[in-house]
C-alpha cells in the first residue's frame, strides 16, 4: 500500500513539471513586491465598492481602482486590498480597533507589498462635538489618544465635579500618537481650500444648535482624534475626552472615532509613524442639543437625523486625494520623507 501510494506521488509531482506548474509557482512567489507610494485605509463600506449607496471607501475606489487595478486577498485581512499602476493601493479594514489592526498588520506582512516608503492615509467618518466642529468637515489629525486606557468609575462614587477617569501606568507609548507636524502642515497647505459638499438637511440640522461651530458651513481644520471602541455620548462623556486630551498633552479634542490609535500603533512598530495621517469627516455631533437628551440623540425620532452623510465621505475623498495626487506626482521629492515646509 505505502509503495502505491509513493508512485501515486511521484507521478503527480512528474506530471505537475510536465505542465510547468511549479516554475509558474516559483515565478509567482519571486515578483517584485508592488512599492506602494500611497495607502488608503479605509473602515467600512455600505455595499458595493461602487455602483450603490457609498460609505467610507467607495470614493476612493472609484478615484484610484475603478478600472486596471489589481484586487490582491491578503491572508488574515478582512479585505482585498487594491493597487493602481502608480502606486496608490488601500483597503477596507474593519470598524473597531481589534478589526482594523488586525487587518492593518496583515498587510504590513505581506512580502507582496513594499510598505517602507508608503505614506498612510487613515480615512473615514466621525463624530465631533459642537463646541468644536460641525456636521461635514474634514479633519486632519494633529494627535491621535487612545479613550479606553485607563480606569473610570461610575460619577455618582466619585466627588461631584471631579475627573471619572485615570490613566493607566504602563501604556504611555500606545495611548498617544503626535503625528508628523511637517505632514500635517502639508496636508493643511494642500487641502486647506478644498471646495466642501453641503446640504439642506445639514444647515437644517447644525440650527439646533446654540454654538458657532455647530453652525458654521463645512470646512477643512486640524486637532485631536480620540479613539475609542465605545460610541460615547453626551457632554459628560465629551468633555471627558477633552479632559483626557489635555491630561496628555495633546491638543483639543475634536474628532471622535474608533481606529486610527490602533492602526498607528501596528505601523509605528514596523515602519514608524511619520508617513502617517488621519483624516476624519464629521457626520454626527457627539450630543444632543439643548432641548434633547442624550438618549433621545442616540435614538432620535424618523427623519431628526444629522443629515450630510453622503455629503460627508464625498468631501473626505475631495480633501485626501489632493493630498495623495501631490505624493505620487513629486513622488522624486517625498520618496525620501517629507520634504521641508516651505512658508
Request: aromatic share 10%; with cysteine.
Amino acid at each position: 500500500m505505502r509503495s502505491l501510494f509513493r508512485r501515486a506521488r511521484w507521478q503527480a509531482l512528474l506530471a505537475a513539471l510536465a505542465f510547468g506548474l511549479f516554475p509558474a509557482v516559483a515565478h509567482a512567489e519571486d515578483a517584485a513586491p508592488i512599492k506602494v507610494k500611497v495607502f488608503i485605509a479605509a473602515m467600512f463600506e455600505i455595499g458595493k465598492n461602487t455602483g450603490d449607496r457609498a460609505g467610507e471607501f467607495q470614493h476612493w475606489y472609484e478615484r484610484y481602482w475603478l478600472t486596471g487595478a489589481r484586487e490582491i486577498p491578503v491572508r488574515g485581512a478582512l479585505n482585498p486590498v487594491y493597487c493602481n499602476a502608480d502606486g496608490v493601493c488601500g483597503a477596507v479594514l474593519g470598524m473597531g480597533k481589534v478589526s482594523s489592526s488586525a487587518s492593518m498588520q496583515a498587510i504590513l506582512l505581506d512580502p507582496r507589498f513594499d510598505l517602507s516608503q508608503t505614506y498612510f492615509v487613515i480615512s473615514g467618518v466621525a463624530g465631533t462635538p459642537p463646541s468644536r466642529g460641525t456636521i461635514g468637515e474634514v479633519n486632519w489629525a494633529t494627535w491621535l489618544v487612545d479613550y479606553d486606557l485607563g480606569h473610570r468609575w461610575a460619577p455618582e462614587e466619585n466627588k461631584p465635579g471631579e475627573p471619572t477617569f485615570m490613566p493607566r501606568k504602563g501604556y504611555e507609548a500606545v495611548r498617544l500618537f503626535q503625528l508628523n507636524p511637517a505632514l500635517v502642515g502639508w496636508a493643511m497647505k494642500l487641502t486647506a481650500d478644498t471646495p466642501l459638499k453641503d446640504s439642506d438637511a445639514a444647515r437644517a440640522y447644525r440650527m439646533r444648535y446654540p454654538d458657532t461651530a455647530a453652525r458654521r458651513a463645512p470646512f477643512v481644520g486640524t486637532g485631536t482624534h480620540m479613539t475609542g471602541d465605545t460610541f460615547f455620548h453626551g457632554p459628560g462623556m465629551s468633555a471627558q475626552a477633552q479632559y483626557i486630551a489635555k491630561l496628555y498633552g495633546a491638543d483639543d479634542y475634536v474628532i471622535t472615532e474608533m481606529e486610527a490609535a490602533a492602526v498607528t500603533l501596528v505601523i509605528k512598530r514596523t515602519y514608524g509613524s511619520d508617513r502617517v495621517m488621519s483624516l476624519r469627516g464629521a457626520v454626527n455631533f457627539d450630543q444632543g442639543n439643548p432641548n434633547e437628551t442624550t438618549l433621545q440623540h442616540l435614538d432620535p425620532a424618523p427623519g431628526q437625523t444629522a443629515g450630510g452623510f453622503a455629503e460627508t465621505v464625498q468631501n473626505i475623498e475631495l480633501v485626501g486625494s489632493r493630498m495623495v495626487d501631490h505624493i505620487v506626482a513629486h513622488w522624486s521629492d517625498w520618496q525620501g520623507g517629507v520634504p521641508p515646509l516651505k512658508p
